[in-house]
């Protein structure tokens, strides 16, 4: 008999989101409301099946009960009401009778007739005359993902994932996907979607996970087990890799390995400019467990704490006392270097702060930021009162986001300032000097600088969205992404207008975008002024021993001339320059 023919080697191409070489069997999460795997049962089997269901409706009669109450708590309005239209979708006797029904007939697993009779009714559902109703079709598909993906959940929702190591290949992932997923047996993973400067592709390069995302349709019949590798460097993802492709990546990884423990034994010093010019070098995070990882980066602090996590990632929004000890523990843990701790970051491709209705039109140009906070003044309120009281343990500060005017600083200056009030009215002790600071990510913002200056501690930039706001480019629409440019000649003069102002009035700027990570564009932020680089702690090593490889003087110059300078290509080959002349193995 033939021995079968050994699969070719198939190579996609995509994007590198998040550096590092994975290599291991692929698992496939399929897209949305699509068909579950379907297989035949025994007569034996039926009531198992049907109480599967059961639990499944259980389970998502739940989530969607603590949807409406936080939705109830956050906006006290009636917005919540399509939860309760969802929850007695579920509760119709006739559709979990017809389910029950369809398990016993066909001789299949519950999900599959689950899915079989839910097609049939929004089937029947899309041919109704009435457009009210066939709008409501999609509240149903909603329910029925749900319902769909709660069979594989119990009823403390923990996620029944693959128990050996795998590569997750996924149409798309939400944040909030990218934050749960099972990080102990995942190697890295691939989209079809996706953008490198996506808060997903961020949150892969903060957990150092590697990811290549962008792959396209391409990759549609790829199935479950199919041996493969990802190359986070090169944004590859391979299938069927042969002995030699994996020797290859081998010696990569050997390789990479080498370089990060040599890094890693220089992560104590100084991060001092060879002429020396200090550049403070901080770490953004995003949870609590990710302590560990700043105290060994060698980060001198917390230069950004994302806070949407600790705020949206649960049924309920934790209350003052649970923030405060939140951000008490961080500080503790980095003590006693600085916290600076980000005010509610949502919106935009992060994770939305409730339940909406109808999407909205343009999320990243609609309810996001210090937008949101300032509409929800009691849960703004709980924010702002515990990192004061965390400030009594330790260095900390707060900086408000996607600020765009004077009067948005104000407003939320002035509910700090009612905080204060409360706690010396209660006797709370708090720091009252407070450091506060300003994130400058829209033009509005950059080209008032000098108007915002006089009324913060601090400047932090944040690139990821100066950058689209200023070049009119979604930074999560593959379909735009080459124009999406960090060395864009408006971007490089608004970074050094900030920088001015806040020279003028006093103040220090920093960066905490992904910029700060970008070690070829290290030699013009330093020229341009930039005085702290926020970055991943896995990339702190790295950043670290960039900043001692350079000269600032020469830096300065760089800058000057990128100033003038029409293009960003230009840019971009003048700061590259420097880099492969100061530090040539640290370019990926």
Request: glycine share 6%; hydrophobic share 40%; net charge negative.
């Amino acid at each position: 008999m033939p021995k079968p023919a050994t699969p070719k080697e198939i190579t996609y191409s995509g994007i590198p989101a998040s550096p590092g070489i994975a290599v291991g069997p692929i698992h496939v999460i399929a897209r949305g409301f699509s068909a579950p795997e379907i297989f035949e049962i025994s007569t034996e089997d039926i009531d198992a099946e049907c109480e599967r269901f059961d639990d499944a409706v259980a389970v998502t009669k739940k989530q969607l009960v603590e949807l409406q109450q936080r939705l109830d708590t956050l906006s006290g309005n009636s917005d919540s009401e399509i939860f309760e239209a969802h929850v007695m979708l579920l509760e119709d006797k006739n559709l979990l009778e017809k389910v029950s029904a369809a398990i016993g007939s066909r001789l299949q697993n519950a999900e599959y007739a689950f899915y079989a009779v839910m097609q049939n009714f929004l089937e029947a559902m899309r041919r109704v005359p009435d457009p009210y109703l066939r709008e409501r079709t999609a509240d149903i598909e909603d329910v029925c993902q749900r319902v769909l993906r709660n069979f594989w959940v119990d009823l403390d929702n923990d996620h029944e994932t693959p128990k050996e190591t795998h590569i997750l290949l996924a149409y798309d992932f939400s944040p909030s996907d990218t934050a749960s997923m099972n990080r102990r047996h995942m190697l890295g993973f691939a989209t079809e979607q996706g953008s490198v400067n996506s808060h997903t592709a961020i949150l892969a390069r903060s957990f150092g996970i590697p990811a290549v995302v962008g792959l396209g349709a391409s990759v549609i019949q790829v199935t479950t087990l199919t041996p493969a590798v990802i190359d986070g460097y090169a944004g590859k993802l391979i299938l069927n890799p042969t002995p030699e492709t994996l020797a290859g990546y081998t010696a990569l990884t050997e390789e990479k390995e080498k370089q990060r423990s040599e890094l890693d034994a220089k992560r104590g010093e100084a991060t001092n400019t060879l002429d020396g010019r200090k550049i403070t070098l901080s770490a953004n995070i995003e949870f609590i467990e990710e302590l560990n990882e700043v105290t060994r980066s060698g980060a001198k602090g917390v230069g950004l704490y994302r806070t949407e996590f600790l705020l949206l990632n649960g049924s309920d929004m934790p209350d003052e006392a649970e923030q405060t000890e939140a951000y008490t523990k961080v500080v503790s843990v980095v003590a006693p270097n600085l916290v600076i701790v980000r005010t509610l970051d949502a919106g935009g491709d992060k994770l939305p702060v409730e339940p909406l209705t109808e999407p909205e039109p343009n999320p990243f140009l609609g309810w996001r930021g210090i937008r949101v906070s300032l509409s929800r003044p009691a849960m703004f309120r709980d924010q702002l009162r515990a990192i004061l009281r965390a400030s009594h343990h330790g260095k900390i500060a707060v900086m408000f986001p996607l600020v765009s005017s004077l009067s948005e600083l104000l407003q939320a200056r002035e509910a700090l300032k009612r905080c204060m009030d409360e706690l010396d009215t209660e006797g709370v002790p708090f720091d009252h000097k407070l450091p506060v600071g300003v994130m400058i990510e829209v033009p509005s913002a950059a080209i008032c600088a000098d108007l915002l200056a006089p009324h913060v501690d601090f400047f932090s930039i944040g690139t990821n969205d100066l950058i689209q706001y200023t070049v009119a480019v979604d930074r999560v629409n593959p379909h735009v992404a080459t124009l999406y440019r960090p060395t864009h000649p408006a971007v490089i003069r608004l970074i050094g207008k900030t920088v001015e102002a806040g020279s003028e009035h006093g103040i220090w700027t920093g960066v905490c975008g992904e910029m700060a990570g970008d070690v070829r564009l290290t030699p013009l932020l330093i020229g341009l002024g930039i005085e702290e680089l926020s970055v991943s702690p896995k990339i702190a090593p790295k950043v670290g021993q960039v900043i001692r490889s350079l000269d600032f003087a020469q830096c300065k110059d760089t800058a000057n001339e990128a100033l003038l300078m029409k293009g960003s290509s230009a840019i971009m080959d003048l700061t590259l320059a420097v880099a492969r002349e100061r530090y040539p193995d640290l370019l990926d």
